[in-house]
């Protein structure tokens, strides 16, 4: 069973930086399209930015600017590099991926990670 482990959370003060990283817990064939996602306590989880397998991005208007997605395909890995960080972008920070585990999967499925915890103090 593949699973997603995100790393790199933690507690930063305002104006910091902090990197995630998201990648299966075993050796996989490939991650095709992914996300990044949060959820703040009391509120719904959003998404935050997403990377294509070609390496094409987009972001939500709040971390425009400050946040960047990137990938390792040779690693399988997906990062989101957090600049100029907020209060408001405290939350549990999600990896979504679609994941082939082998080169003879037909298809790609969807996996969670279990989320890491960002603190932003001001």
């Known amino acids: 069973q593949v699973q997603l482990v995100e790393s790199g959370g933690g507690l930063v003060q305002a104006g910091g930086s902090l990197r995630l990283s998201c990648a299966a817990s075993r050796s996989i064939f490939s991650i095709n399209f992914a996300a990044w996602y949060r959820q703040a306590p009391g509120k719904e989880r959003e998404l935050v930015a997403t990377i294509t397998s070609g390496g094409t991005t987009n972001y939500a208007d709040s971390v425009k600017g400050r946040f960047t997605v990137s990938r390792d395909n040779a690693k399988n890995t997906v990062y989101l590099q957090m600049n100029s960080l907020k209060p408001e972008d405290t939350a549990v920070y999600y990896c979504?991926?679609?994941?082939?585990?082998?080169?003879?999967?037909?298809?790609?499925?969807?996996?969670w990670g279990q989320g890491t915890q960002v603190t932003v103090s001001s």
């Open positions: 979504n991926a679609m994941v082939k585990a082998y080169y003879y999967t037909p298809n790609y499925s969807s996996y």
